[in-house]
């Protein structure tokens, strides 16, 4: 029970890293309908960032954060304006291609400039295990940190989405980018500012793994990125509520069947709920079905 | 026709005689090892694009596993070869087999997805092939397997290759390929003309995966060694790389298309650190500013029968687009 109650709190603090990473694959799918491949580099970037950030200049972990996800904001902007734009006509086939070839030049860029050795992490917050229902399990300040900071920033999103003008301008195009156009929306303006937050999201994401697990190395966004995709997918690709619900869940599971002895079947496991949750239920498990109209 | 058959016999006697150069050259060193094994790479390559192509570029079903495929076949030829002592002839036929049953048991509940839900399903399945692999100490586990014999040589990639194009040409050509064709066009559309659309992406899926797993068994019977490592995620994206950048749904196109990328990364092979760099910047390049391809949908002109082709509509790759 002890045991089950820790792999809890670890599942959780792994599932709002997978919940913020995947939040983004699924603002910019929902919105250009692009498996965005070069979404786990970001994170990559911004986990450099924060480490940059706290290194060299000393700084603490609120102005780490802060820093490295105004920089991936305007990376994802940069990336979305150079690389999709020019794409945005062209076949799906195409488009996903260029994601990936984006996704090949910030890892090989990367490895390029800070070389491929795994860089150890400033500790920036202090660690302290609180022994939390006499003694049965151990939750580390580090875990209360990156569960608050997540839930403060799917908060925050939800409140620009839901309630501010620009979020209204999201959903419209999200639903119909042409209807959206119509009406006076500046789709272009939109869907950067899609990237610019989905990619803060994955900034975030990153320093918060550079604090808890201590180590970065520039390849380290790809496991984290497909995972954080089929989180997306699992909930519902789209869809908000979906993204955070696929995230902890998946978090969870990976968590629970790494300690009863599945370690190794890990990642299989994943893929495994993938498949039989797209066979059942395709749209996701969050997500309403459409009826395919001829 | 007269025309048409003596076409058909200049190409065949340009291709045996290309055969026999390139066997003298090896034969005689003046293609040395490092050469020979380019040249097998590019075949493989053209094996694994061509299959793939049938699969995406003519059925219109966006696969991201078919290294998985290629895996399957490379440790069933592996094991055939190095611990039974089975003849290559026999491992090649065989691994293309199991790979094609693997294709048609994660392709018949697989394939009732639709478009990038489809592409992320067969991308699941090619890691749990991978990760089975790893796990799996009888076939080397994450170590890979080592002491395969090596009996691929120049011949059987030729001929492979060869084989390959030949049959998946006359395959599209067939009524079976045109009932693919169409599904490719507009699935409710050839459903409702009467085409079986489960039974053909199942079989497209099939055709496909057997002749990855021939691939599979020339790689592993050339290299002596092979790890699950090797036939990732990325793998996958490679050979589809090969097959967007030739044109999707033209077959000469990934034929060129393997050999392009395989000469580029040759070249690229000196400067190693900046050598994924330079591909991600080309790849980039050609997809802006030619996302149809380098050839498009262009094909070998010699193939074609004319009189049926003259006013061939030209198709567009609308199951992918949509």
């Given at each position: 029970?002890?045991?089950?109650?820790?792999?809890?709190?670890?599942?959780?603090?792994?599932?709002?890293?997978?919940?913020?990473?995947?939040?983004?694959?699924?603002?910019?799918?929902?919105?250009?309908?692009?498996?965005?491949f070069?979404?786990?580099?970001?994170?990559?970037?911004?986990?450099?960032?924060?480490?940059a950030?706290?290194?060299?200049?000393?700084?603490?972990?609120?102005?780490?954060?802060?820093?490295?996800?105004?920089?991936?904001?305007?990376?994802?902007?940069?990336?979305?304006?150079?690389?999709?734009?020019?794409?945005?006509?062209?076949?799906?086939?195409?488009?996903?291609?260029?994601?990936?070839?984006?996704?090949?030049?910030?890892?090989?860029?990367?490895?390029?400039f800070?070389?491929?050795d795994?860089?150890?992490?400033?500790?920036?917050?202090?660690?302290?295990?609180i022994?939390?229902?006499?003694?049965?399990?151990?939750?580390?300040?580090?875990?209360?940190?990156?569960?608050?900071?997540?839930?403060?920033?799917?908060?925050?999103?939800?409140?620009?989405?839901?309630?501010?003008?620009?979020?209204?301008?999201?959903?419209a195009?999200?639903?119909?980018?042409?209807?959206?156009q119509?009406?006076?929306?500046?789709?272009?303006?939109?869907?950067?500012?899609?990237?610019?937050?989905?990619?803060?999201?994955?900034?975030?994401?990153?320093?918060?793994?550079?604090?808890?697990?201590?180590?970065?190395?520039?390849?380290?966004?790809?496991?984290?990125g497909?995972?954080?995709?089929?989180?997306?997918v699992?909930?519902?690709?789209?869809?908000?509520?979906?993204?955070?619900?696929?995230?902890?869940?998946?978090?969870?599971?990976?968590?629970?069947?790494?300690?009863?002895?599945?370690?190794?079947?890990?990642?299989?496991?994943?893929?495994?709920?993938?498949?039989?949750?797209?066979?059942?239920?395709?749209?996701?498990?969050?997500?309403?079905?459409?009826?395919?109209?001829? | 026709?007269?025309?048409?058959?003596?076409?058909?016999?200049?190409?065949?006697?340009?291709l045996?005689?290309?055969?026999?150069?390139?066997?003298?050259?090896?034969?005689?060193?003046?293609?040395?090892?490092?050469?020979?094994?380019?040249?097998?790479?590019?075949?493989?390559?053209?094996?694994?694009?061509?299959?793939?192509?049938?699969?995406?570029?003519?059925?219109?079903?966006?696969?991201?596993?078919?290294?998985?495929?290629?895996?399957?076949?490379?440790y069933?030829?592996?094991?055939?070869?190095?611990?039974?002592?089975?003849?290559?002839?026999?491992?090649?036929?065989?691994?293309?087999?199991?790979?094609?049953?693997?294709?048609?048991?994660?392709?018949?509940?697989?394939?009732?997805?639709?478009?990038?839900?489809?592409?992320?399903?067969?991308?699941g399945?090619?890691?749990i092939?991978?990760?089975?692999?790893?796990?799996?100490?009888?076939?080397?586990?994450?170590?890979?397997?080592?002491?395969i014999?090596?009996?691929?040589?120049?011949?059987?990639?030729?001929?492979?290759?060869?084989?390959t194009?030949?049959?998946?040409?006359?395959?599209?050509?067939?009524?079976?390929?045109?009932?693919?064709?169409?599904?490719?066009?507009?699935?409710?559309?050839?459903?409702?003309?009467?085409?079986?659309?489960?039974?053909?992406?199942?079989?497209?899926?099939?055709?496909?995966?057997?002749?990855?797993?021939?691939?599979?068994?020339?790689y592993?019977?050339?290299?002596?060694?092979?790890?699950?490592?090797?036939?990732?995620?990325?793998?996958?994206?490679?050979?589809?790389?090969?097959?967007?950048f030739?044109?999707?749904?033209?077959?000469?196109?990934?034929?060129?298309?393997?050999?392009?990328?395989?000469?580029?990364?040759?070249?690229?092979?000196?400067?190693?650190?900046?050598?994924?760099?330079?591909?991600?910047?080309?790849?980039?390049?050609?997809?802006?500013?030619?996302?149809?391809?380098?050839?498009?949908?262009?094909?070998?002109?010699?193939?074609?029968?004319?009189?049926?082709?003259?006013?061939?509509?030209?198709?567009?790759?609308?199951?992918?687009?949509?």
């Amino acid at each position: 029970m002890e045991q089950v109650l820790q792999q809890l709190i670890n599942g959780i603090s792994l599932g709002s890293i997978y919940a913020l990473i995947a939040l983004g694959y699924t603002m910019v799918y929902g919105i250009i309908n692009l498996i965005n491949f070069a979404h786990g580099d970001i994170y990559m970037i911004g986990a450099y960032v924060g480490y940059a950030v706290t290194r060299f200049l000393g700084l603490g972990f609120v102005p780490a954060l802060l820093i490295s996800m105004a920089t991936c904001s305007i990376l994802g902007i940069l990336i979305e304006k150079v690389a999709y734009k020019p794409l945005r006509n062209a076949s799906r086939i195409s488009a996903l291609i260029t994601a990936i070839a984006v996704s090949l030049f910030l890892q090989y860029t990367m490895m390029y400039f800070v070389k491929p050795d795994t860089r150890t992490f400033p500790d920036v917050l202090s660690s302290n295990k609180i022994s939390i229902l006499g003694g049965k399990a151990l939750l580390d300040t580090k875990n209360i940190y990156i569960i608050l900071i997540t839930i403060v920033l799917m908060l925050l999103l939800q409140y620009v989405v839901l309630k501010t003008k620009i979020g209204k301008a999201m959903r419209a195009v999200a639903l119909d980018k042409d209807v959206a156009q119509l009406m006076g929306v500046d789709i272009n303006r939109i869907i950067s500012f899609t990237f610019a937050i989905g990619s803060a999201l994955a900034g975030a994401a990153g320093v918060l793994v550079g604090v808890y697990y201590n180590t970065i190395n520039p390849l380290m966004g790809t496991v984290p990125g497909l995972k954080a995709f089929v989180a997306a997918v699992l909930g519902g690709i789209g869809l908000i509520p979906g993204a955070v619900f696929g995230g902890f869940f998946l978090g969870m599971v990976e968590t629970l069947v790494s300690a009863y002895g599945g370690s190794i079947f890990k990642d299989a496991v994943a893929f495994g709920i993938l498949i039989i949750v797209l066979l059942i239920k395709p749209s996701g498990l969050l997500g309403k079905t459409v009826k395919e109209k001829v | 026709m007269m025309n048409k058959v003596n076409k058909k016999i200049l190409l065949g006697v340009i291709l045996f005689a290309f055969y026999i150069l390139v066997h003298v050259l090896i034969n005689t060193g003046i293609i040395d090892s490092y050469y020979e094994l380019n040249l097998v790479i590019i075949g493989i390559n053209i094996i694994l694009a061509v299959s793939l192509n049938l699969i995406t570029g003519f059925t219109g079903q966006f696969s991201l596993g078919h290294a998985a495929f290629m895996s399957m076949g490379a440790y069933t030829s592996a094991i055939l070869t190095a611990k039974f002592n089975q003849p290559f002839i026999l491992a090649l036929l065989l691994s293309g087999v199991v790979a094609s049953v693997a294709g048609i048991l994660i392709g018949i509940p697989t394939l009732r997805l639709k478009g990038d839900y489809l592409a992320i399903a067969t991308l699941g399945f090619g890691e749990i092939v991978r990760v089975i692999a790893i796990n799996t100490d009888y076939i080397g586990g994450a170590i890979g397997f080592n002491d395969i014999p090596r009996y691929t040589n120049w011949t059987w990639i030729f001929a492979s290759v060869l084989v390959t194009i030949l049959l998946i040409k006359r395959f599209l050509n067939s009524y079976h390929g045109r009932a693919c064709i169409a599904i490719r066009e507009d699935e409710i559309a050839a459903e409702s003309m009467g085409v079986n659309t489960t039974y053909y992406k199942v079989l497209a899926f099939a055709i496909g995966a057997f002749f990855a797993g021939t691939a599979g068994s020339l790689y592993a019977n050339y290299f002596y060694f092979i790890k699950p490592d090797s036939f990732g995620f990325m793998k996958s994206i490679d050979i589809l790389v090969i097959v967007v950048f030739g044109g999707i749904g033209s077959i000469l196109g990934s034929v060129i298309g393997a050999i392009s990328l395989s000469i580029i990364s040759l070249f690229l092979q000196g400067i190693p650190e900046l050598r994924m760099v330079i591909y991600s910047v080309i790849l980039f390049v050609i997809m802006v500013y030619r996302h149809k391809g380098i050839l498009g949908k262009r094909e070998f002109k010699i193939f074609k029968s004319r009189k049926k082709n003259r006013k061939k509509v030209e198709f567009n790759v609308g199951a992918i687009s949509k």
